[in-house]
């Protein structure tokens, strides 16, 4: 893992009803929201807990929570 970026726990729920838990990688001193506000992307990688990783259209999320590493097993 780099210096300037960190793993961030989410689980995102999408305009289906689909709920995906999983890391984001974001830089340190940005904060989760900005991240995902970021107007030149539009698209963000979601990688879950089974090596699999999700090219996410930023405009079918509705709802993303940071969880904590005792959520995970849920």
Known sequence: MS???KN???QIT???GISLKGTLVVDREIRLS????KHNKDFIV???YENTHHIINKQH???VMEIDSLELEE
Do not use: Y
Not at 34 to 37: A, S, V
């Open 61 to 63: 999320i509705v709802k």
């Open 8 to 10: 961030v726990h989410v």
């Open 46 to 48: 979601l990688s879950d």
């Open 3 to 5: 210096l300037t970026r």
């Open 34 to 37: 900005d991240t995902l506000n």
């Open 14 to 16: 999408l305009i289906t």
